[in-house]
């Protein structure tokens, strides 16, 4: 099996695009609010280059190693790429992660944060957070459950002093998204955070309805994922 040929991701993209303008001006908002993290998992660094020509900036990786093998000549050659970590990051990865990402939108126990917090003194770089909520409270899903959350954000901001810009969440593949993405909402607003990492291929029309500033996409962008 092969990938997209380029031409086909950058009208994948043209489409995912206007797609998400509608979605924001039918909401009231203005689509420049929403940026579109294109999530490159499992497809080579030629997806992601023709992306990059296609002017996408933004790009999520869900493991840090196949970033570590597709992204460094990618950032070396284009400044201004932003590259999203989006899958769970062991303590074991924190240094690798903290040198490569420019957010990390997985942050999701205290072991994690105080891992990250001591990384972050130590090379000087600080990547923006976003904590990941287990809306679903599904047992086998990452995230802090949502009761827990408003402690986790205190404890991560205030006594860690991470940068911490938003919230993500993942809805159970076999619910409404829309409750799911209004939880997380809810709890950026009570907690005075202004970002919102939420939606997929299948939703992020919703996510817009409902105030995400990230919305990640992969397949409606590079087609089907590809096996590792
Ligand atoms: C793979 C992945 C996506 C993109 O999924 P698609 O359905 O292909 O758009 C978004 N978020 C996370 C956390 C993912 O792992």
């Known amino acids: 099996m092969t990938g997209l040929q ?16 509608e979605a924001a001006r039918a909401a009231g908002r203005n689509p420049a609010q929403i940026t579109l993290v294109a999530v490159g998992k499992t497809h080579g660094a030629e997806a992601i280059a023709a992306a990059l020509a296609a002017g996408q900036k933004v790009f999520g990786e869900n493991r840090v190693q196949e970033a570590e093998a597709k992204f460094p000549p990618l950032k070396a050659a284009h400044a ?33 944060a105080k891992a ?9 770089r600080r990547p923006d957070c976003l904590i990941q909520v287990n809306t679903g409270e599904e047992p086998q899903k990452a995230g802090v459950p949502p009761r827990q959350a408003d402690d986790f954000i205190a404890f991560a901001r205030g006594e860690l002093d991470l940068p911490v810009t938003g919230l ?20 950026a607003t009570r907690n005075g ?5 939420m939606g997929m291929s299948a939703d992020y029309e919703t996510a817009i309805r409902l105030g995400a500033t990230h919305v990640r996409v992969g397949s409606a ?3 089907a994922r590809q096996p590792r």
Not at 80 to 91: A, N
């Open 80 to 112: 201004d790429l932003i590259l999203h970590l989006i899958g769970p990051l062991q303590t074991n990865k924190v240094r690798e992660a903290v040198a490569l990402f420019d957010v990390i939108e997985t942050l999701d126990r205290p072991k994690l």
């Open 6 to 21: 380029p031409e086909a991701i950058a009208a994948n993209l043209t489409g995912v695009r206007e797609r998400i303008a």
């Open 168 to 187: 993500m969440c993942i809805p159970p593949a076999d619910e409404e998204p829309a409750l799911h993405f209004a939880l997380l909402a809810e709890t």
């Open 116 to 124: 990250l917090a001591k990384e972050m003194v130590k090379s000087g």
């Open 221 to 223: 962008i590079f087609g």
């Open 193 to 197: 955070l202004a970002q919102l990492s």
